[in-house]
């Protein structure tokens, strides 16, 4: 069951799919990952179960989540709530670049250099150690970041950072900054940056965002 | 054909600006290229030494400036290529501000019509020093060796050649290439280098002690057709004539069959 892990989460399961397998190991896993689900939740007398299928790097398409819900037809109690993906679809990267309010950047900041923008901005690029990206609003990151990103400069703590900061010197949001260093779980690949109820920097995994910042989560979907 | 200008920077100190502007305007002289070296680290001067002429400076780019000599007094010919190869030195003694960017660029516009290749050889640091040798020149060559602190250094100068904007877009030298610590994974690998610093490569020297000698000797290791550093600037200058040149292979030290046995992945 290697490329199928099961966690649980308050409102049911969440399966994570290695994208380094084949889907169709995936699928085999996943089968085999439902069944073993039945067997504990007959034990507590419980026949419903809800999943959310996180399938990290690879992209589902339609046919692909039709056999994975094929898979539940043993199984009438078991509901597959919400299917995420790590990876942005190209169409909605397509769709991000042809938003007129965020605006796309491009190129290399370099040790020494600054850039700033006005509101939110999709950077392509690299930030280098030593290079400072900052933006009034949210900040989107497609490339490697080795620098400091700050959003939400310089007090809007609803603003979030997405983008792999795991190699980041610091990320800030608004008046809060995290130094970035290998300890911190919650930051991954997959995470962004956001200012908690406790107006600390945290990360949240990015299926957290709908929840965390739901308005950005709808501008987004559009 | 006027020539082409570069300038040989770095930011770092010590990294190899020096040996590569006394090994690239040996090789390009060798290849039968007029070239003329320039030697901008005032105070410092070194370049005439790595090529063998420290012995013949009369004049230099001070005097020059000031008035004291003209431009032609104060060129070295490197009688071992039939005057292909001329240096003019820095001073020794003269005050760092003496020269601006204007005089750079001018004396550089003087010597455009005679050579095929102008090399001007950087001092380390961003301040007037470096604005001056970017001043003259059409394009640039950044050195950095594998360090973290080498390849800092060489971002920030990128950064302001990229701004300084350029008619020859700038190329990378990774210089004291050790393919024992690459393979080891304690180094990063010269593809590596040249993408975290998003710029193309030119070129890779291996470290080799046969660069030491050669310094010591005052004949830059070039000349050395045997030797590996030599083989790398060869393959750097047959880059910097034609960029079509492929790179030379980075050495690789295979893991053996029982190392890779026992520790794969
Ligand atoms: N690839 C190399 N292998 C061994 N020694 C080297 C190598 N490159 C440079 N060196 C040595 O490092 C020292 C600094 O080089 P230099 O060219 O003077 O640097 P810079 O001009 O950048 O200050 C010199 O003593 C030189 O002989
Ligand atoms: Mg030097």
């Given at each position: 069951?290697?490329?199928a892990?099961?966690?649980?989460?308050?409102?049911?399961?969440?399966?994570?799919?290695?994208?380094?397998a084949?889907?169709?190991?995936?699928?085999?896993?996943?089968?085999?990952?439902?069944?073993?689900?039945?067997?504990?939740?007959?034990?507590?007398?419980?026949?419903?179960?809800?999943?959310t299928?996180?399938?990290?790097?690879?992209?589902?398409?339609?046919?692909?989540?039709?056999?994975?819900?094929?898979?539940?037809?043993?199984?009438?109690?078991?509901?597959?709530?919400?299917?995420?993906?790590?990876?942005i679809?190209?169409?909605?990267?397509?769709n991000?670049?042809?938003?007129?309010?965020?605006?796309?950047a491009?190129?290399?900041?370099?040790s020494?250099?600054?850039?700033?923008?006005?509101?939110?901005v999709?950077?392509?690029?690299?930030?280098?150690?030593g290079g400072?990206l900052?933006?009034?609003?949210?900040i989107?990151c497609?490339?490697?970041?080795a620098?400091?990103?700050?959003?939400?400069?310089?007090?809007?703590?609803?603003?979030?950072?997405?983008?792999?900061?795991?190699?980041?010197?610091?990320?800030?949001?608004?008046d809060?900054?995290?130094?970035?260093?290998a300890?911190?779980?919650?930051?991954?690949?997959?995470?962004?940056?956001y200012?908690?109820?406790?107006?600390?920097?945290?990360?949240?995994?990015?299926?957290?965002?709908?929840?965390?910042?739901?308005r950005l989560?709808?501008?987004?979907?559009? | 054909?006027p020539?082409?200008?570069?300038?040989?920077?770095?930011?770092?100190?010590g990294v190899?600006?020096?040996?590569?502007?006394?090994n690239?305007?040996?090789?390009?002289?060798i290849?039968?290229?007029?070239?003329?070296?320039?030697?901008?680290?005032?105070?410092?001067?070194?370049?005439?030494?790595?090529?063998?002429?420290?012995?013949?400076?009369?004049?230099?780019?001070?005097?020059?400036?000031?008035?004291?000599?003209?431009?032609h007094?104060a060129?070295?010919?490197?009688?071992?290529?039939e005057?292909?190869?001329?240096?003019l030195?820095?001073?020794?003694?003269?005050?760092k501000?003496?020269l601006?960017?204007?005089?750079?660029?001018?004396?550089?516009?003087?010597?455009?019509?005679?050579?095929?290749?102008?090399?001007?050889?950087?001092?380390?640091?961003?301040?007037?020093g470096?604005r001056?040798?970017?001043?003259?020149?059409?394009?640039a060559?950044?050195?950095t060796?594998?360090?973290l602190?080498?390849?800092?250094?060489?971002?920030?100068?990128?950064?302001?050649?990229?701004?300084?904007?350029?008619?020859?877009?700038?190329?990378l030298?990774?210089?004291?290439?050790?393919?024992?610590?690459?393979?080891?994974?304690?180094?990063l690998?010269?593809?590596?280098?040249?993408?975290?610093?998003?710029?193309?490569?030119?070129?890779?020297?291996?470290?080799?002690?046969?660069?030491?000698?050669?310094?010591?000797?005052?004949?830059?290791?070039?000349?050395?057709?045997?030797?590996?550093?030599?083989a790398?600037?060869?393959?750097?200058?047959?880059?910097?004539?034609?960029?079509?040149?492929?790179?030379?292979?980075?050495?690789?030290?295979?893991?053996?069959?029982?190392?890779?046995?026992?520790?794969?992945?």
């Amino acid at each position: 069951m290697a490329s199928a892990t099961l966690k649980g989460k308050k409102d049911g399961y969440e399966i994570q799919l290695a994208a380094s397998a084949s889907f169709a190991e995936n699928l085999s896993d996943l089968a085999a990952l439902f069944k073993q689900v039945q067997t504990q939740q007959a034990l507590l007398h419980e026949e419903s179960a809800k999943f959310t299928i996180a399938s990290g790097e690879r992209l589902l398409d339609e046919d692909q989540k039709a056999a994975i819900q094929a898979l539940l037809k043993p199984y009438p109690g078991f509901q597959i709530i919400n299917f995420s993906a790590a990876v942005i679809p190209q169409t909605k990267v397509a769709n991000l670049l042809a938003t007129p309010h965020v605006p796309v950047a491009v190129g290399v900041i370099r040790s020494g250099q600054e850039r700033r923008f006005d509101g939110d901005v999709l950077f392509i690029g690299a930030v280098h150690y030593g290079g400072v990206l900052r933006a009034t609003g949210n900040i989107f990151c497609l490339g490697e970041v080795a620098g400091i990103v700050h959003a939400g400069y310089p007090n809007d703590a609803e603003a979030i950072a997405v983008g792999d900061f795991t190699g980041a010197t610091q990320v800030h949001i608004a008046d809060t900054m995290d130094i970035v260093d290998a300890h911190n779980t919650k930051l991954t690949a997959h995470s962004f940056a956001y200012v908690n109820d406790l107006h600390a920097l945290d990360y949240a995994d990015d299926i957290a965002l709908k929840e965390l910042r739901p308005r950005l989560y709808q501008k987004l979907e559009e | 054909m006027p020539a082409i200008a570069l300038v040989i920077t770095s930011g770092k100190g010590g990294v190899g600006k020096t040996t590569s502007t006394a090994n690239i305007g040996t090789a390009l002289s060798i290849m039968g290229k007029r070239v003329c070296v320039v030697d901008l680290d005032l105070g410092l001067r070194n370049l005439d030494i790595m090529i063998g002429l420290g012995n013949r400076i009369i004049y230099d780019i001070v005097d020059v400036v000031q008035g004291r000599a003209t431009l032609h007094q104060a060129l070295v010919k490197d009688t071992r290529f039939e005057d292909r190869l001329v240096l003019l030195p820095a001073a020794q003694d003269a005050d760092k501000n003496v020269l601006t960017p204007a005089a750079v660029r001018n004396i550089v516009e003087a010597l455009r019509s005679e050579f095929d290749y102008i090399l001007i050889d950087c001092p380390a640091g961003i301040e007037q020093g470096f604005r001056n040798a970017l001043a003259g020149a059409d394009g640039a060559v950044v050195v950095t060796t594998p360090e973290l602190s080498a390849m800092s250094d060489a971002d920030r100068v990128i950064g302001l050649i990229e701004a300084h904007r350029m008619p020859i877009s700038p190329r990378l030298i990774v210089n004291r290439v050790q393919p024992e610590m690459i393979a080891a994974g304690t180094s990063l690998s010269v593809p590596a280098i040249a993408h975290r610093l998003a710029l193309p490569l030119l070129g890779f020297i291996v470290e080799d002690n046969a660069i030491i000698t050669a310094d010591n000797r005052g004949e830059p290791v070039v000349f050395d057709t045997n030797s590996k550093p030599g083989a790398c600037f060869r393959n750097i200058t047959e880059r910097l004539i034609n960029p079509q040149t492929p790179l030379l292979p980075v050495p690789t030290i295979k893991k053996s069959f029982w190392a890779k046995l026992f520790n794969r992945g």
